[in-house]
Structures are given as structure tokens and as C-alpha cells.
T-cell receptor, first 113, second 110 residues
Framework: GENVEQHPSTLSVQEGDSAVIKCTYS??????FPWYKQELGKRPQLIID?????GEKKDQRIAVTLNKTAKHFSLHITETQPEDSAVYFC????????????FGKGTLLTVNP | DAGVTQSPTHLIKTRGQQVTLRCSPK?????VSWYQQALGQGPQFIFQ???????QRGNFPDRFSGHQFPNYSSELNVNALLLGDSALYLC?????????FGPGTRLTVT
């Protein structure tokens, strides 16, 4: 079945440094890859997403890259700030829009001031 | 414009009981998906409703059932509760690729 693996499970960086979280997926038919940020006790919040016809997408300090050949995608956060501290989840879906999401297990990012 | 809302916020039930959780989608969204999030894990897909019918289903037993109403709101029902059903239940609404989550219902089974 579908499988999404996410690494690392925890990541600690100094404020101002960059953070990178990586995910791999199993099904080459996957075509949509969102990233969610979940703060403690709150809902997962969609922060950026990418479709399979695009290799990279940026939104201010956040970027996502996709390598379809290797079946992996990554989240890049630059100039990290303490408020970036949260659990980040990658996900993948295959099929049309509105298709179910399969999530990775999450990465706890801690940004130290 | 209200986002996705869920009720109740917290719920405590006893093994064997039944529970109903509710979700109202974001305005303009016609599809509701339900996910179960165990502590320290990513959300796991339960099922999805569109046009009042179950369109997709994850690997969950028949004890988990749902419904979607004409106004697109949805319910998740779980029968014969087990201790392992304790989790955060999230609903997400969508109208395309992007899924937006509600705040969740924290279910504790004792």
C-alpha cells in the first residue's frame, strides 16, 4: 500500500539557521505533496504544497522541492525563528483532487533562540 | 468566513459505548475527510464523503461509519469503542487538492 517515510523525527537548530526535512514516497503515481505544521494542541495547518508537474515552489522563507525520479520531496525553511518550532508533517496523495492524504510520522522542529 | 469547525472539543467515553463526532466544512467546500491522529503520529485517513456518499475508505473497521448532510456537514460514528480508539479525530474539508483541517475532537476511551 501507500507509504510515506519522513526524516528526521526530531531536528534542533539555532535561530537564523536553515532546516531541511525529507520525505520519500512509495507509489510513483503520487501527484500531490502538501506540508502541514502542527503546533502543540492545535490543528494541522497547510503551509505549502507542490504538484508532480513542478520541481520547486517557494513562499517567503519556505520552499519545497520534488524529485520524482528518486520519489522524494523536501521542506526547506530558511532564517528560522522560534515561532517555527512545531511538528511538521509531509503527506502524499495519488489520484485526482480531493484524494486521501497519506502522512509521514512527523518531525519535531525546535528553533533555539 | 468561518473555517472548518468540529464538535465537541473533548469527549470521554467508556469501552463498548458509541460516539458521534461532528464537522462543518469551510464555506464553499463540498468534500469532508476524516482522520485519526494517535499521540505522536501523523493523521491516518478513515474515510471521505462527497455528495452525501462515502467516496474513499481507509483501513478502518466497520465500527467506523459516517454521514454527510445536504449542507455538506458530516458526522463520524464509532461503535463498540475500544481503548485503542483514544485519539484526536480530525476532519478536513476540501474543494480541490488542498485539505484544511478543523481543530479536532479529543476522544478518550476508559
Amino acid at each position: 500500500g501507500e507509504n510515506v517515510e519522513q526524516h528526521p523525527s526530531t531536528l534542533s537548530v539555532q535561530e537564523g539557521d536553515s532546516a531541511v526535512i525529507k520525505c520519500t514516497y512509495s507509489d510513483s503515481a503520487s501527484n500531490y505533496f502538501p506540508w502541514y505544521k502542527q503546533e502543540l494542541g492545535k490543528r494541522p495547518q497547510l503551509i505549502i504544497d507542490i504538484r508532480s508537474n513542478v520541481g520547486e515552489k517557494k513562499d517567503q522563507r519556505i520552499a519545497v522541492t520534488l524529485n520524482k525520479t528518486a520519489k522524494h520531496f523536501s521542506l526547506h525553511i530558511t532564517e528560522t525563528q522560534p515561532e517555527d518550532s512545531a511538528v511538521y508533517f509531509c503527506a502524499a496523495s495519488w489520484g485526482g483532487s480531493n484524494y486521501k492524504l497519506t502522512f509521514g510520522k512527523g518531525t519535531l522542529l525546535t528553533v533555539n533562540p | 468566513d468561518a473555517g472548518v469547525t468540529q464538535s465537541p472539543t473533548h469527549l470521554i467515553k467508556t469501552r463498548g459505548q458509541q460516539v458521534t463526532l461532528r464537522c462543518s466544512p469551510k464555506s464553499g467546500h463540498d468534500t469532508v475527510s476524516w482522520y485519526q491522529q494517535a499521540l505522536g503520529q501523523g493523521p491516518q485517513f478513515i474515510f471521505q464523503y462527497y455528495e452525501e456518499e462515502e467516496r474513499q475508505r481507509g483501513n478502518f473497521p466497520d465500527r467506523f461509519s459516517g454521514h454527510q448532510f445536504p449542507n455538506y456537514s458530516s458526522e463520524l460514528n464509532v461503535n463498540a469503542l475500544l481503548l485503542g480508539d483514544s485519539a484526536l479525530y480530525l476532519c478536513a474539508s476540501s474543494e480541490g487538492y488542498e485539505q484544511y483541517f478543523g481543530p479536532g475532537t479529543r476522544l478518550t476511551v476508559t
